[in-house]
């Protein structure tokens, strides 16, 4: 086993994917769950501004490696999932919210799919940093390509509106 501190930026950031297990559970976090996210993320922000290096702690990822995808790029998630797809639904979240706030900042937009969410140089579900388990790959899928319709529901996407709500509360036009 080889145990690394790496920030989030480095685990999705180029030619990876994070797979999640069939057998792993289906996306499960409740609002008492993305409501704590939402205060550490609040609360890092606060933070960064006397200590530019300050970082938060999210948990451990679990990853194999054996045998997954040629060139050693893809990783079954083992444990994290439910972190690695909050953190990527709420990557989301941010890009759709400065697609909206701010059209004069399509670079910013794009950075943040191309980045972390999407490999441009890949087609279907090869193409997502991270493929969740079967039944929420539908949603996370409509998040990514920013395809999510009034009537959908299920966890990932009540995640997704979560955090798309508390950006706007959150966000100062002014600023």
Do not use: C
């Not at 501190?5 to 609002?31: C, D, F, H, M, N």
């Not at 890949?122 to 949603?139: N, V």
Request: proline share 5%.
């Amino acid at each position: 086993m080889h145990v690394q501190e790496i920030r989030l930026q480095q685990v999705l950031e180029g030619a990876k994917q994070y797979r999640v297990p069939l057998y792993q559970r289906t996306y499960s976090w409740s609002p008492k769950q993305l409501s704590r996210l939402w205060s550490d993320i609040v609360d890092l922000s606060d933070a960064r501004e006397q200590d530019p290096r300050a970082s938060h702690f999210t948990g451990s990822l679990v990853l194999s490696t054996g045998g997954v995808g040629p060139g050693g790029s893809e990783f079954l998630v083992v444990d994290g999932q439910q972190r690695l797809t909050t953190l990527s639904v709420l990557i989301a979240a941010i890009r759709d919210h400065i697609a909206k706030t701010e059209p004069e900042s399509p670079h910013k937009v794009a950075r943040l799919h191309e980045t972390y969410l999407s490999d441009r140089f890949k087609s279907g579900d090869d193409r997502l940093k991270l493929l969740p388990t079967q039944a929420d790959r539908t949603a996370f899928r409509a998040i990514v390509d920013n395809a999510v319709l009034d009537g959908m529901h299920s966890g990932v996407i009540d995640a997704y509106r979560f955090f798309r709500t508390r950006l706007v509360e959150a966000d100062d036009p002014d600023d």
